[in-house]
């Protein structure tokens, strides 16, 4: 149980970091887009915050579900 959650920490931790740091790289990028979704427009954004989003997202995702398969036993 120690372990898993110190992997869980170790995965929060990192994944916070990275958002911390796309967001200081980002603030200075002129171009910007949107995302269309079906029923609204997204404000408008650079890609590259986008893409860092993403890959942030599946870290913490890919993070947690090997955290989650961890077996118990010895």
Same mark, same amino acid.
């Not at 790289?25 to 408008?44: C, D, E, M, P």
């Not at 993403?54 to 579900?65: A, D, H, K, M, R």
């Given at each position: 149980?120690?372990?898993?959650?110190? *992997?869980?920490?170790?995965?929060?931790?990192?994944?916070? %970091?990275? #958002?911390? @740091? &796309?967001?200081?790289? /980002?603030?200075?990028?002129?171009?910007?887009?949107? *995302?269309?979704?079906?029923?609204?427009?997204?404000?408008? %954004?650079? #890609?590259? @915050? &986008?893409?860092?989003? /993403?890959?942030?997202?599946g870290v913490i995702s890919g993070g947690l579900?090997?955290?989650?398969?961890?077996?118990?036993?010895?």
């Amino acid at each position: 149980m120690l372990f898993r959650l110190q *992997l869980l920490t170790i995965n929060i931790t990192s994944a916070i %970091l990275l #958002i911390f @740091f &796309l967001c200081l790289g /980002s603030q200075n990028i002129s171009k910007k887009h949107n *995302l269309n979704f079906l029923i609204n427009k997204t404000v408008a %954004l650079p #890609i590259g @915050f &986008l893409v860092g989003t /993403s890959f942030t997202l599946g870290v913490i995702s890919g993070g947690l579900t090997s955290v989650l398969m961890i077996n118990d036993k010895n």
